[in-house]
C-alpha cells in the first residue's frame, strides 16, 4: 500500500477572508466547495466577491456577490494576497477610472470603477 499525503482542501468556513475599505469590496479566497458550486475548475484564479458595501465605488460599478474577481485596474489577482497589494498599489496611484475584470456564471465581464479620492 502507497500513501501520498496532500494538503486537504480549505473549505468555506476556513477560508481568508479581506474588506477592502478603499472600494467598497470583501473577497474571500476561492475554495475548493466554491468551485463546485460555481462550476468552476482548477484554472480559474481569482477572489470570490463575498459582499459589496452599498453606495461604494463597487456597487456603482455593478459589481456583485459571487462574482469572480480576477483582475483589477489592469493587475491581475490569482488569490487573496494579491487582490491586497493591488488595492494598495491602486489607493496610492489614485487613478480616475479602473477597469475590473471579472467571470461572472459562465461568462467574463468587465467593470468601470470610479472612485472618489478624498482631497
Known amino acids: 500500500l502507497k500513501l501520498t499525503l496532500a494538503k486537504r482542501p480549505t473549505a468555506g468556513r476556513d477560508a ?19 468551485r463546485i458550486q460555481l462550476n ?7 477572489v470570490i466577491i463575498r459582499a459589496v458595501k452599498s453606495g461604494s465605488p463597487a456597487a456603482l460599478a455593478r459589481l456583485r456577490r459571487n ?15 494579491e487582490f491586497q497589494k493591488a488595492i494598495a498599489q491602486l489607493a496610492e496611484a489614485r487613478p480616475s477610472e479602473i477597469p ?16 472618489r479620492w478624498d482631497k
Open 40 to 46: 468552476l475548475g482548477d484554472e480559474v484564479q481569482g
Open 16 to 34: 481568508n477572508e479581506f474588506e477592502d475599505k478603499v472600494f467598497g469590496i470583501t473577497a474571500r479566497e476561492l475554495t475548493t466547495d466554491v
Open 67 to 81: 462574482y469572480v474577481l480576477q483582475a483589477i485596474g489592469e493587475i491581475p489577482v490569482r488569490n487573496l494576497e
Open 100 to 115: 475590473v475584470f471579472c467571470r461572472v456564471g459562465a461568462s467574463t465581464a468587465f467593470f468601470r470603477m470610479r472612485p
